[in-house]
């Protein structure tokens, strides 16, 4: 885990969800893999919350270290309450705002070695560091990519007939 | 598979692996899975590849309705070749180009219902309609945009440490 490998990384993730989905039509974002799953349009306000509520605040609880490290449980469901009533063009201007405004945070803590091995408790997981933190920020980000495009691909699994033998992404 | 749906997320595949990978470290874009697996580096070569030689060429041939309507096999080890010498921003420029090109012709072509029916001979998978060669360009698309992620993301799978347990595409 490098820091300025992390960051750039973490700076490209609304652009290119951005240059993904902006002005899609919604038989590509609005659709899911059935069965309470999640269209682009979810994973969108689930990135966003956890720009509010994950990534950052957790940081803080470990740069802080205080009495109590122990980061607050992650609400998986939050993005069907707050993305409600809003555009997917909202979401992608919301996640890029908040992601730029936290990776000045980040940038602005210029992180030492001895901070970034600071442990923080996670609810399930146990000790944690901050720099696992930040490696599982990127991962993350990266996962959710991989799950949109999958779930758009999955749109086209009966339409690509005999072909989907070779597309391993439609069945997984 | 509607085509102007088709269209639209055809064009944004450039786009979106520019936004994704340029001025990415190579520690980023240049590593792969292991054993003779693909780098982002490696997944434009071969969609650059695929622009020349796959989907357009094998449209044509379905659309002439000549005598012999069997497909060339695809080569999925060209990009080896003939992304030799090359950096990842001039891929990912040819890329665009290609792509908007190929996209000028099938708008250009206006294809009916009737000619997305007419049938090309695949070399293993036998009789495949236009419809689904269309179909399989944008699942193929999105399929390579899965794999660069995940394969990027696969360079963190130590880093996150007991977060590997929540993030499936590390193990993928």
Chains 1, 2 share one sequence.
Do not use: C
Request: glycine share 6%; hydrophobic share 40%; charged share 25%.
């Amino acid at each position: 885990m490098e820091l300025s490998q992390t960051v750039a990384l973490l700076a490209r993730t609304p652009a290119t969800l951005n240059a993904l989905l902006r002005d899609l039509p919604d038989a590509w974002t609005r659709q899911n893999e059935g069965d309470g799953s999640w269209s682009a349009f979810d994973i969108v306000g689930h990135l966003i919350h956890g720009e509010r509520t994950d990534w950052i605040p957790r940081a803080r609880i470990v740069l802080t270290q205080g009495a109590n490290r122990r980061f607050e449980p992650y609400d998986r469901f939050a993005q069907v309450r707050e993305s409600q009533g809003k555009s997917l063009a909202e979401l992608l201007d919301e996640f890029a705002r908040l992601r730029a405004q936290n990776l000045a945070t980040l940038r602005g803590w210029k992180l030492s070695e001895r901070e970034l091995a600071l442990e923080g408790e996670h609810p399930e997981l146990g000790p944690v560091t901050l720099r696992q933190l930040l490696a599982t920020w990127v991962a993350h980000d990266l996962g959710h990519v991989a799950q949109t495009t999958r779930v758009m691909a999955k749109q086209y699994r009966e339409a690509v007939g005999p072909w989907r033998l070779y597309l391993p992404v439609l069945d997984r």
